[in-house]
Antibody
Framework: QVQLQESGPRLVQPSGTLSLICSVS?????????WTWVRQPPGKGLEWIGE???????HYNPSLKSRVIISVDKSKNQLSLELNSVTAADTAVYYC??????????WGQGTLVTVSS | QSALTQPASVSGSPGQSITISCTGT?????????VSWYQQHPGKAPKLMIY???KRPSGVSSRFSGSKSGNTASLTISGLQAEDEADFYC??????????FGTGTTVTVL
């Protein structure tokens, strides 16, 4: 069974870059899957950040597109998220997920990233 | 893209049925039958409850059902139980190859 685990710095400086890794166990990046990043500010709703296919095709939320990069490292069974020029509004729990069709069937446990000096 | 519109809260007594609506546009909910619903308990990751408007993943109770009419999708929970108390989010694939989440609904079991 596929399991996902997010990791990365919990505190990021304003105007800096938020970088997260999602480690995948029990699965691989060679089965025509799509992988997603979602975030949730404290006390607020879910926001779709973007997705990437096993082949590297990406789609991003238009509101974040200019600041976000999602990539995969097949050799390490990882996907990554980079969000630059962060502000306090980017403080959130960040989730990675594996799609099944057009829904997210498997979720990581999420990691809280705080943007603050 | 704007978030899909859901009621902020819905409540019901144990055993009752409740319905949560999710209203979008012809560019998302109304475009294709690609609406999903997620349940989220406090401090936990979301869990997929319904996909492709009406389908239930293996292991999800048959008390959860989905439907769609035009630009509005709905999630119905029948035989409401205490464990159903959680936040629920709809999401839809859009005609721009992106996804948009709903605003979220808190379900309270009275």
């Amino acid at each position: 069974q596929v399991q996902l685990q997010e990791s990365g710095p919990r505190l990021v400086q304003p105007s800096g870059t938020l970088s997260l890794i999602c480690s995948v166990s029990g699965g691989s990046f060679n089965n025509n899957n799509w992988w997603t990043w979602v975030r949730q500010p404290p006390g607020k709703g879910l926001e779709w950040i973007g997705e990437i296919s096993d082949r590297g095709t990406t789609h991003y939320n238009p509101s974040l597109k200019s600041r976000v990069i999602i990539s995969v490292d097949k050799s390490k069974n990882q996907l990554s998220l980079e969000l630059n020029s962060v502000t306090a509004a980017d403080t959130a729990v960040y989730y990675c997920g594996r799609n099944s069709g057009w829904s997210i069937a498997v979720w990581g446990q999420g990691t809280l990233v705080t943007v603050s000096s | 893209q704007s978030a899909l519109t859901q009621p902020a809260s819905v409540s019901g007594s144990p055993g009752q049925s409740i319905t949560i609506s999710c209203t979008g546009t012809s560019s998302d909910v109304g475009a294709r039958n690609l609406v999903s619903w997620y349940q989220q308990h406090p401090g936990k990751a979301p869990k997929l409850m319904i996909y492709d408007v009406t389908k239930r993943p293996s292991g999800v109770s048959s008390r959860f059902s989905g439907s769609k009419s035009g630009n509005t999708a709905s999630l119905t929970i029948s035989g409401l139980q205490a464990e159903d108390e959680a936040d629920f989010y709809c999401t839809s694939y859009t005609s721009s190859y992106t996804y948009v989440f709903g605003t979220g609904t808190t379900v309270t079991v009275l």
